[in-house]
């Protein structure tokens, strides 16, 4: 099975393999525990704060290790729920991923002011500009790149906007991380990630917040993580996922992500030139270089594709996890203004580091022999 879904989760790679092995064989205490192996796990813990600290260019103290992004996103909103006036209101962009979107939801109702995207899926950093200045929010929550297009969305612009009107900016940064530098990242207050999203385990996550900032826990019952986050450190995923950072962070530093785009938009011209009935959302903006999210032609269905190419050896989506497997059209693509038919036949193919050109040509062959089956049978 050649594997196009590493939006959704990348598989483990080697290093964090080992890392993990490593802390779970050599670390087997608890980070709060006084005795030796106690100490032990928490200096390996200090450790991978560090790491990650100096990536972020933050301090480590503020680097909350979580189960993963769902629950770094919801302690974010669960935090400013508690402490912003109970009249205020938040900006949070149309969008994030439904753990920002729903907790939004759930914790301001109808508080909740929405950021409008373009039709190429970029924030409208003109909308958001000239609301800051009218009625300054009590948070801005917009992700650093949207998980089924790919889209960058103009997180530096907007924690500079923030800045300057001393308003804090949550930055979701789960697809970005791993994929592009984390340069700069650290200048946003907020910004969260998984490690499964660039070859780390399931089950790792971590929230940068602002230096001295009173974090609202929202796990209770122990003192881990400074009273922030209760609950037993899971030291061996938390290896295992700065051991993957490391690895995506030299491969980024040597350039390595220069070719792989090259092969994607090389795939993106033969597949429309092929299909041409077909369109690829965000072409024309800077987007992850591993993404691609096309809508196929009328009267083909997402999940129908799905299961063909996965009989032809293709694993590929039909957006985010959270939504595949339903044909219902996606929120993402309803904020780019695409109706909802549209949307029903939106197709997203999602490489790895590991993907080569050979896939992307072998996954170019598929669709192409898939189309023309779907025709004939017309
Ligand atoms: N944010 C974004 C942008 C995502 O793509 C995802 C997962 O797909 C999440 C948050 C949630 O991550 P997790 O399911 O690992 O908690």
Redesign the pocket.
Known sequence: MIYFDH???APVIREAREAWLQATEKLSGNPSSLHQPGTDAAMALDDAREKLAAMMACDPSCIIWT???????NTVLHHFAHNLDPAGHIFVSAI??P??EESARHYFGGRVKTIPVTGEGVVDLDWLTKEIAREPPGLVAV?A???ETGVLQPWREISTLCRAYDLPYFT?A??FLGKLPTRGLGDCDYV?G?A??FGGP?GA?FLKIPRRSRLTPLLRGGKQEAGRRAGTENLPVIAAMLAALEVREQQLARGEHHPRQAWRDHFETQFLRAIPAATILGLNQPRLWNTVSALMPEGDRKSQWVMRLNQAGFAVSTG???TAGKDEPSRVLAAMGCPSAHALRALRFSAGWETTAADWGALFRAMVQVYSEGRRQK
């Open positions: 939006n959704a989760t189960s993963g992004a769902t629950e770094a996103n994030e991923h753990c920002v992700m790149a949207n998980n979701d789960v697809q969260s998984a499964h999203k399931r996550g985010s996890a959270c």
